[in-house]
Protein backbone atom coordinates (compact mmCIF):
# COMPACT_ATOMS: atom_id res chain seq x y z
CA UNK A 1 0.00 0.00 0.00
CA UNK A 2 1.34 3.50 -1.12
CA UNK A 3 0.44 6.41 0.88
CA UNK A 4 2.37 9.98 0.18
CA UNK A 5 2.61 12.51 2.88
CA UNK A 6 4.40 15.72 1.93
CA UNK A 7 5.95 18.53 4.29
CA UNK A 8 7.64 21.18 4.14
CA UNK A 9 6.02 24.07 2.21
CA UNK A 10 5.57 27.44 3.19
CA UNK A 11 6.31 31.17 1.89
CA UNK A 12 9.22 32.69 1.14
CA UNK A 13 10.45 35.44 -1.12
CA UNK A 14 12.09 35.68 -4.10
CA UNK A 15 15.76 34.20 -4.21
CA UNK A 16 15.11 31.78 -1.00
CA UNK A 17 14.91 28.11 -0.57
CA UNK A 18 12.55 25.19 0.93
CA UNK A 19 13.12 21.56 0.68
CA UNK A 20 10.19 19.67 0.32
CA UNK A 21 9.94 16.10 1.78
CA UNK A 22 7.64 13.34 0.91
CA UNK A 23 7.08 10.17 3.16
CA UNK A 24 5.88 6.64 1.71
CA UNK A 25 4.34 4.56 4.21
CA UNK A 26 4.45 1.50 1.26
CA UNK A 27 7.16 -1.10 1.02
CA UNK A 28 8.07 -0.82 -2.07
CA UNK A 29 9.63 2.75 -1.88
CA UNK A 30 13.63 1.93 -2.45
CA UNK A 31 12.09 0.01 -5.96
CA UNK A 32 10.33 3.03 -7.05
CA UNK A 33 10.36 5.89 -9.38
CA UNK A 34 9.34 8.83 -7.39
CA UNK A 35 8.93 12.50 -8.48
CA UNK A 36 7.61 15.95 -8.03
CA UNK A 37 4.83 17.43 -9.50
CA UNK A 38 3.43 21.21 -9.39
CA UNK A 39 0.66 22.63 -10.08
CA UNK A 40 1.10 26.66 -10.81
CA UNK A 41 -2.00 28.96 -11.00
CA UNK A 42 -4.79 28.20 -13.80
CA UNK A 43 -2.70 25.53 -15.04
CA UNK A 44 -2.18 21.61 -15.35
CA UNK A 45 -0.09 19.61 -13.08
CA UNK A 46 3.37 19.71 -14.31
CA UNK A 47 6.87 16.99 -13.61
CA UNK A 48 8.89 18.88 -11.63
CA UNK A 49 11.57 16.01 -11.11
CA UNK A 50 11.93 12.01 -10.72
CA UNK A 51 14.26 10.29 -9.31
CA UNK A 52 14.59 5.90 -9.80
CA UNK A 53 15.03 3.97 -7.53
CA UNK A 54 19.09 3.56 -7.94
CA UNK A 55 18.86 7.41 -7.50
CA UNK A 56 19.03 8.83 -10.99
CA UNK A 57 17.10 11.90 -11.50
CA UNK A 58 15.90 14.18 -14.70
CA UNK A 59 14.43 17.53 -14.17
CA UNK A 60 11.96 19.50 -16.18
CA UNK A 61 13.80 22.28 -17.68
CA UNK A 62 12.15 25.08 -15.28
CA UNK A 63 13.97 22.85 -12.59
CA UNK A 64 17.23 22.78 -13.88
CA UNK A 65 19.97 24.52 -11.67
CA UNK A 66 18.09 25.25 -9.03
CA UNK A 67 15.81 22.35 -7.94
CA UNK A 68 17.60 19.10 -6.55
CA UNK A 69 15.80 15.62 -6.07
CA UNK A 70 17.46 12.87 -4.15
CA UNK A 71 15.87 10.21 -2.07
CA UNK A 72 16.59 8.14 1.36
CA UNK A 73 15.32 4.27 0.69
CA UNK A 74 16.15 3.27 3.90
CA UNK A 75 14.02 6.16 5.81
CA UNK A 76 11.11 5.87 2.64
CA UNK A 77 11.97 9.79 2.45
CA UNK A 78 11.83 11.78 -1.19
CA UNK A 79 13.12 15.49 -0.88
CA UNK A 80 12.92 17.83 -3.56
CA UNK A 81 15.47 21.23 -2.45
CA UNK A 82 14.42 24.06 -4.24
CA UNK A 83 17.13 27.42 -4.28
CA UNK A 84 16.81 30.79 -5.87
CA UNK A 85 12.71 30.54 -6.20
CA UNK A 86 10.70 32.99 -7.81
CA UNK A 87 7.23 34.18 -8.07
CA UNK A 88 6.47 31.76 -10.64
CA UNK A 89 7.15 28.71 -9.16
CA UNK A 90 4.41 29.59 -6.84
CA UNK A 91 2.18 26.54 -6.75
CA UNK A 92 0.66 23.17 -5.13
CA UNK A 93 3.80 20.90 -5.35
CA UNK A 94 2.58 17.09 -5.44
CA UNK A 95 5.00 13.81 -4.95
CA UNK A 96 4.24 10.42 -6.91
CA UNK A 97 5.02 7.52 -7.57
CA UNK A 98 3.24 4.68 -10.43
CA UNK A 99 2.50 1.33 -8.96
CA UNK A 100 0.74 -0.28 -11.61
CA UNK A 101 -1.73 2.89 -11.05
CA UNK A 102 -0.20 6.47 -9.89
CA UNK A 103 -0.13 7.67 -6.21
CA UNK A 104 -0.17 10.98 -5.20
CA UNK A 105 0.35 12.60 -2.12
CA UNK A 106 -2.33 15.85 -0.88
CA UNK A 107 -0.62 18.41 -1.87
CA UNK A 108 1.40 21.25 -0.51
CA UNK A 109 1.64 24.96 -1.03
CA UNK A 110 4.71 26.83 -1.88
CA UNK A 111 4.29 30.80 -1.98
CA UNK A 112 7.19 32.91 -3.06
CA UNK A 113 6.58 36.28 -3.50
CA UNK A 114 8.24 38.88 -5.12
Known amino acids: QVHLTESGGGSVQAGGSLTLTCTDT????????MAWHRQLPGQQRELVARITGGGIPVYADSAKGRFTISRDNDLKILYLQMTNLQPEDTGVYYCATRVLEDFWGQGIQVTVSA
Open 26 to 33: GNLFRYNT
